[in-house]
């Protein structure tokens, strides 16, 4: 296991975006959209941010790499501060976090070739290459699984898999050491999205890149992943190791999501329970006091209509924030954690993959 301190460590995030009103424009409320996050990355490693929509795993990303300033929190990179930094101050560190957007049509000017795209950090940074841009873009393609040749092509040429190999391509220019990836493949075609998985971990392992993968996909996320983040209303609930969180994951609201993810074999369908969450996900601007999960949770009580658990370690590398978390399915026979339902038709129970 690493020993060395983490590449990226985050404590306390918090995002609150103001809401206004009147012709004042005097702030009513705000939208609670991270609130206390901690968690950090080791160098190399996969991070994955899973959780359903507006549960603020795009809000944190886009904090780590500055694209929105914190409310609250420090960032930590390789030691250095980033909450509180300039936009000039910024500027050196951008070469060493950058970002893969969820759209790639969107992501990618229209009027601009390829070269012009994926040259346009050499030429804001005022980096000088070797053999000259183009040739450093040529290289970049060639590296993504793109045609060297398309250089002059504009993006309207390409299709949505070659646009995200572009905008991966991008976010390589400059040699980064972080990458946080905004569900690199929910835009794409199931067929593509294997082919984009396979480039990104083969790309970690070539030039030694950290990821932060957000996702909303569970598959993808068991995939490529060292660690998992599940994110519920702006908090994070439960943290372990990929494989741990898959098979003995601890929090309810983790249970219930692994619970409806699609299994191709129908007898293990049959024997496995599904757990159905009743109710809708409360609104950001007024949170539920005390456990955000509980109008949702089989196992609530008086303790968690009250309090809010704090993200605890119950297990090695295992931390979970809940005041009742459930047993152990490696050192015990599996809990009954709610009553099992027969097979619901597709849309009526929690979804394994949720919600984009």
């Not at 590449?7 to 918090?14: A, E, F, S, Y």
């Not at 509180?84 to 950058?98: C, W």
């Not at 070269?115 to 070797?130: D, L, R, S």
């Amino acid at each position: 296991m690493p020993t060395t301190d983490p590449l990226l460590k985050v404590t306390g995030l918090t995002k609150h975006f103001p809401i206004r009103k009147g012709l004042l424009q005097r702030q009513v409320g705000a939208v609670q959209a991270v609130d206390d996050v901690t968690f950090s990355v080791q160098s190399g490693q996969t991070l994955s941010l899973v959780g359903e929509s507006g549960c603020g795993k795009t809000t944190t990303g886009r904090m780590v790499t500055r694209l929105l300033e914190p409310t609250s929190g420090s960032i930590l990179f390789d030691g250095r501060e980033l909450s509180h930094l300039s936009v000039g101050q910024l500027r050196p560190l951008r070469r060493e976090i950058q970002m893969i957007f969820q759209d790639p049509y969107s992501s990618l000017n229209p009027r601009h070739t390829v070269g012009t795209i994926v040259g346009a950090p050499f030429e804001i940074q005022g980096v000088k290459t070797p053999q000259g841009t183009k040739r450093a873009v040529q290289d970049l393609l060639e590296l993504v699984g793109l045609n060297p040749e398309h250089y002059n092509r504009y993006p309207h040429e390409f299709s949505g898999g070659q646009r995200q190999r572009i905008g991966i391509a991008r976010s390589l220019a400059l040699k980064p050491r972080l990458i946080v990836a905004d569900e690199p493949v929910s835009a794409l075609d199931v067929s593509i999205q294997a082919q984009v998985i396979n480039l990104l971990e083969d790309l970690q392992e070539e030039l030694g890149l950290t990821y932060i993968v957000i996702a909303h996909d569970l598959s993808v996320v068991r995939q490529m992943s060292d660690r998992v983040a599940v994110m519920y209303l702006g908090n994070l609930v439960e943290i372990a190791d990929g494989h741990d969180l898959y098979t003995d994951s601890r929090h309810p609201y983790t249970r219930a999501l692994l619970s409806a993810v699609p299994i191709p074999d129908t007898s293990r369908r049959e024997k496995r329970e599904r757990i159905r969450l009743e109710g809708d996900v409360p609104s950001p601007i007024d949170p539920p006091p005390g456990c955000r999960f509980h109008t949702r949770c089989w196992k609530a009580t008086d303790v968690c209509r009250t309090q809010v658990p704090p993200l605890v370690e119950i297990a090695p590398r295992h931390e979970v924030a809940c005041h009742h978390p459930e047993d152990s399915l490696v050192a015990a026979a599996p809990a009954q954690a709610a009553a099992p339902v027969e097979d619901a038709p597709s849309g009526t129970a929690a979804s394994g993959t949720m919600t984009a």
